[in-house]
Nanobody, 127 residues
Framework: QLQLVETGGGLVQPGGSLTLSCGTS????????IGWFRQSPGKGREGVSV????????RYADSVKGRFTISRDHAKNTVQLQMNRLKPEDTGVYYC????????????????????WGQGIQVTVSP
């Protein structure tokens, strides 16, 4: 159904930046809130950020507030996560996830309420 693809991961040094993108080629994301989650063995799955279907509301985990920015480009049918001043603890597999939600901003605390997930992309922050 809704196939999400993440791009933009890689290896960066602490203090560096990466931009992740989430998109789909076969349907619109306009009716979905799009969240970013990350998974690491030591910390489990953590909600990073989410943007409402309209793009007018956002949430951020306290650990990334002020460093990460989520945005969406409706014309390109994509959602981006700009990650600045990266830290080693930001390392993990980052997943884009879609939640069919119009008019609300979903929580980051219940990942299984997001119906569709991408395959994930590795982000490694290391000297």
């Amino acid at each position: 159904q809704l196939q999400l693809v993440e791009t933009g991961g890689g290896l960066v040094q602490p203090g560096g930046s990466l931009t992740l993108s989430c998109g789909t080629s076969r349907s619109t994301l306009d009716n979905y809130a799009i969240g970013w989650f990350r998974q690491s063995p030591g910390k489990g799955r953590e909600g990073v950020s989410v943007i409402s279907s309209s793009g007018t509301a956002t949430r951020y985990a306290d650990s990334v507030k002020g460093r990460f920015t989520i945005s969406r480009d409706h014309a390109k049918n994509t959602v981006q996560l700009q990650m600045n001043r990266l830290k080693p603890e930001d390392t993990g597999v980052y997943y884009c996830a879609a939640n069919f939600a119009v008019g609300i901003i979903p929580s980051l605390d219940i990942p299984y309420e997001y119906e569709y997930w991408g395959q994930g992309i590795q982000v490694t922050v290391s000297p």
